[in-house]
């Protein structure tokens, strides 16, 4: 899978933008962003909108969840073929840290 997020300003003045963000519906959206999440069959479904700060962040952790994951995965294929992943594993955390599942 190869899931990717994009952020962009706007300005307030020529974007006719949401009072509140999209996602947490509190905050005024400080950028738009678009979330694109690839399916295992090759789909890509696209999720658009406006976000605060606080809910970018959380799109970014929500990206990095997934992508550890991605490498938890293919350690574990690489294992059961009886391959050495310890270099993977630690690449891994060192990147991801325990990035709990969700």
């Known amino acids: 899978m190869n899931d990717s997020l994009f952020f ?5 003045l020529y974007v006719n933008a949401p009072d ?4 947490c519906i509190a905050q ?3 950028f738009t962003y678009e979330y694109c999440i690839e399916q ?5 479904h696209y999720i658009k ?10 799109l ?8 550890a994951q991605e490498w938890a995965q293919e350690e574990a ?7 050495d992943v310890t270099d993977l594993q630690k690449r891994r955390l060192a990147t991801f840290g325990n ?4």
Do not use: I, Y
């Open 77 to 83: 294929e690489l294992e059961a073929g009886e391959m």
């Open 40 to 44: 295992n069959d090759g789909q890509r």
């Open 28 to 30: 005024p959206p400080a």
């Open 99 to 102: 990035v709990p599942a969700r």
């Open 8 to 12: 962009a300003t706007f300005d307030p």
């Open 20 to 23: 509140a963000c999209s996602l």
């Open 60 to 67: 970014l952790q929500k990206l990095a969840r997934r992508e």
């Open 49 to 58: 909108g406006f976000c605060c700060t606080s809910c970018s962040a959380g």
